[in-house]
């Protein structure tokens, strides 16, 4: 269940960011979750509001965005997005790919409720 160590750190970065006495105040927290992460954004939503009920923000919602696989052909240049784990370059047929994305996991911006 890594979902739990990650909805820790992600908990973490937010405590880091936020005043103790703004963390009733937070609105959301939005965090982008590369699709080869190998996250269930399910369960990370369960295990971050089990462990933000016993904190001052339980308010706060996590939004997630998935960022696609995207890779980089490094014999013919062609930049396409992975679907299904299909690792070869969909116009040459190369296997010397390089990844552009896909293994995110951040926080990208935490909201507080407008005064
Ligand atoms: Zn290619």
Redesign the pocket.
Known sequence: MHELGIARNILDIVQHSVPVDRYPEVKWIRIRIGQLSGIVPDSLDFCFSAIISETDMRQAILKMETVPTVSL?R????QFTVEEFTFT?P????ANLELLSGRELEVVDIELVDD
Do not use: A
């Open positions: 052909c014999d013919c240049e062609h370059c116009s040459c047929n190369s």
